[in-house]
């Protein structure tokens, strides 16, 4: 059974930092590229970064360059995302999901196989 466990979330002041992890079981990590999405009260899921399965690759959304960091851990089974400088719009719950496509830097939510069931961040003005 695979199991994406997002923790780290919380609430900040802008400004602020948080750091999220996300520990996967179930599936062969390092098989598997990551990525992290989020979603905001009323819109769709947005894409915010993914990572390759060796960490060689990354991709961010235009939004977050800059200010949050994607990385990974394959002998922990653990995909992360530093954020800084917070902004008030950055407010969604995060979601991790792992695709097949391990090579990928996709930000397609197809592209994904399996989802976690998310973690709130609320960055308050």
């Known amino acids: 059974q695979v199991q994406l466990v997002e923790s780290g979330g919380g609430l900040v002041q802008a400004g602020g930092s948080l750091r999220l992890s996300c520990a996967a079981s179930?599936?062969?990590?390092?098989?598997?590229?990551m990525g992290w999405f989020r979603q905001a009260p009323g819109q769709e899921r947005e894409f915010v970064a993914v990572i390759s399965w060796s960490g060689g690759n990354v991709n961010y959304a235009d939004s977050v360059k800059g200010r949050f960091t994607i990385s990974r851990d394959n002998a922990k089974n653990t995909v992360y995302l530093q954020m800084t400088s917070l902004k008030p719009e950055d407010t969604a719950v995060y979601y991790c999901a792992a695709s097949r496509l391990k090579y990928g830097s996709s930000s397609r939510i197809t592209s994904y196989n399996y989802w976690g069931q998310g973690t709130q961040v609320t960055v308050s003005s």
């Open positions: 179930g599936i062969i990590f390092s098989s598997h590229a």
